[in-house]
């Protein structure tokens, strides 16, 4: 049901109405002009999609949608009703829902870095840390050999790179104790690294899968962590 038209029928858009009012608060009424002045039909369904998949996250977790400071509501409003991918708008959802929850914590920033991801990207960072957190692969560890294998063609390390999610440390492959103590051999050694998830990495994926639910494991985790 992804027409706008079939969901009005329905009855199901007047609770994406009520979750919609509720995540823009005071202004709700000002961008409900908008999208019916200026916005295709094909800005609209994404967007109701994305805040179909809101609701979805919002609900599992057993949460109330709450306002989105606009500093944050207008760009990700912006950037999902442009995508209809179905990774990123689960993605630009998972934002929206956590932003409507903890929006001193998301930062702007997740904006940004989620309108420069394609959709392999997006999958293959979400793969990547999918086994840091069942710690395979030596996690945070990104194996260098992912550069020639299981890297989707469209998806590229310089990007992570340069958006800030993963970071290389070099060190000195081979190096022996003795080496330690004769530098004509250290020199002679190849320079070798590996990539890591950065800690923003880490954040970024975290408010983009949604807010977990209110008391969870997950949640004292992080809370004891953080102490």
Known sequence: M???GEIIKSGAGEKIADLFN?????????????????VRVY???????????????????????????????????EASSLEDNETLQ????????????????LSPSFVETLKQLTPDEARYL???????????GGSPWVRRSSLTWGIPPDASFDTYERLG??????????????????LDRVVLRELDYRYKLTDYALKFMQASQGPSAAGSESDATTHKSDQ
């Open 2 to 4: 992804n027409d706008p």
């Open 22 to 38: 509720k995540l823009a608060g005071p202004l709700a009424e000002e961008i409900g002009l908008m999208l019916g002045d200026t």
């Open 43 to 77: 800005r609209v369904k994404n967007l109701i999609k994305t805040t179909q998949k809101t609701q979805r996250l919002l609900q599992e977790a057993g949460l109330s949608a709450n306002a989105v400071p606009p500093r944050l509501l207008l760009p990700i409003m």
């Open 90 to 105: 689960d993605m630009w959802a998972g934002l929206l829902a956590t932003a409507s929850q903890d929006t001193d914590a």
């Open 126 to 136: 979400q793969q990547m840390h999918d086994n840091h957190s069942r710690g395979i």
């Open 165 to 182: 999610l993963i970071r290389r440390e070099y060190e000195l492959t081979g190096l022996s104790p003795e080496d330690r103590f004769n």
